[in-house]
């Protein structure tokens, strides 16, 4: 996938950072404004491998994840899907990911995507400082969020590095996807229809 980018002239990518467990309409809004609003040639998405926050058993496994992503995306050409932290050994850090594009990819601008409440907690990800220059960050925020807790204290000081993008679609979320399918409440029109078929042929959220 990375070769394909390397011929096609790409200057500015999106990572698209997250468990996508399920992926949902949400996520696919907030890819969508973010390479409108910052102007992204392309939005990888990068299913999250062993997050350093989480066990293996809280989450689907990377398979499943790395399928539906996929799945999502498939009919957006402006979208892809890297294994790159489903296929790296050990912990999952964003430092390492975004190092391993630039590795491929040279010194091209990468805006790092993912929830603002992710990002509340970036000075405690390895090497935040670094990370914080070899990208800049899209924090997005679902209908209701408390803006202050990303425009007060340390984060003033990073207002060129971090963005907050509000997205109204986001007030779809996993969490509540998982606990709609354990209790046979419907989903249908909260994930595109082909994840949706998915988590019903593999009994997910069960
Ligand atoms: P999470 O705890 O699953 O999600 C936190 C919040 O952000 C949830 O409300 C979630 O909503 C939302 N969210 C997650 N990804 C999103 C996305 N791409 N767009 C919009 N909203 C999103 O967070 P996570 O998925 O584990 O971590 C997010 C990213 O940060 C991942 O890429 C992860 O690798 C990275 N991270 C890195 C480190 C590190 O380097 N040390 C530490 C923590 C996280 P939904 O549940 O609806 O998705």
Redesign the pocket.
């Known amino acids: 996938m990375l070769a394909t980018l390397l011929s096609a002239n790409i200057e500015r990518i999106g990572i ?6 399920p992926i ?1 309409n ?2 696919l809004v ?2 969508e404004l973010a390479a409108y609003q910052y102007q992204l040639d392309k939005v990888i998405f ?1 299913p ?1 491998g062993n ?4 066990t293996k058993q809280q989450i689907t496994k990377d398979e499943d994840r790395y399928i539906m992503t996929t799945l999502a995306t498939i009919d957006n050409p402006k979208f892809d899907v890297s294994r790159i ?1 489903l296929e790296r050994e050990g ?5 390492d ?1 975004v190092k391993g594009f630039k590795e491929v990819l040279g010194e091209i601008d990468i805006y ?8 509340l ?1 970036i000075f ?3 090497e935040p400082e670094k ?1 914080l220059t070899e990208c800049k960050f899209i924090a ?1 925020t ?1 209908p209701g969020y408390c803006l202050s807790k990303l425009e007060d204290g340390i984060y003033e000081e990073y207002q060129e590095q971090i963005f907050v993008l509000k ?1 109204p679609g ?1 007030a ?4 509540d996807i998982r606990n709609r399918v354990a209790n046979g409440r419907p989903i249908k029109y909260l994930l595109p229809p082909r994840v949706e078929n998915y988590v019903n042929k593999r009994k997910l959220y069960i």
Request: without cysteine; hydrophobic residues 40%.
């Open positions: 698209m950072g997250g468990t996508f467990d949902h949400g996520h907030t890819a990068v999250s997050p350093p926050h989480k932290e912990l999952s850090y964003a430092i990911t790092f995507i993912t929830g603002a409440d992710a990002i907690e405690t990800w390895k990370l997005a679902r997205i986001l779809i979320s996993s969490t």
